[in-house]
């Protein structure tokens, strides 16, 4: 997904809509791999809260199809019941929108869970898996929008 336009710093691009499950049905839907297999491509999980994951392929909209990013320009933020695509620096017309997936799995995020979910994002540093880093704090834009929006 490209940038037609210009966005600002800090702002609310688009909502990732769809329906809101528990990690118990997410997993019921799409079952995890085997260590040493990939998961399948496209489904479109995103993790609202502890409790809840956004299932994009039931009501989703465009937002599914932001790909991920190690060099992200967006990040989802977590607003109440909806989960947001926020920009965190500014983004040029005909720059491809990307977040960090940064996936959690329940089980350590051992060597061969990684390969489970590869990462080619080809930015530099990337880190060749779209598991989420030890240490990853939302960004200080995003922590401010969620300041600016009394969500925290
Ligand atoms: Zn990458």
Redesign the pocket.
């Known amino acids: 997904m490209f940038a037609v336009r210009a966005i600002a710093a800090g702002v609310r691009i688009i909502e990732y809509s769809g329906e809101q499950i528990t990690h118990a049905e997410g997993e019921r839907r799409y079952p995890t791999q085997a260590d040493g297999d990939e998961e399948a491509e496209h489904t479109y999980l995103l993790q609202l809260d502890d409790d809840r994951v956004i299932d994009a392929n039931v009501g989703g909209n465009d937002a599914r199809f932001i790909n991920?990013?190690?060099?992200p320009n967006c990040e989802p933020m977590p607003a109440l019941d909806r989960m947001w695509i926020v920009s965190v620096r500014r983004i040029q017309p005909g720059e491809e929108l990307g977040y960090d997936y940064a996936i959690e799995l329940d089980e350590p995020h051992t060597n061969a869970r990684k390969r489970r979910f590869p990462?080619?994002?080809?930015?530099r540093?990337?880190?060749?898996?779209?598991l989420k880093p030890k240490h990853a704090p939302h960004h200080p834009l995003v922590r401010a929008a969620r300041r600016r929006w009394s969500l925290s």
């Open positions: 991920h990013s190690c060099a990462c080619r994002c080809g930015a540093g990337c880190r060749g898996t779209l």
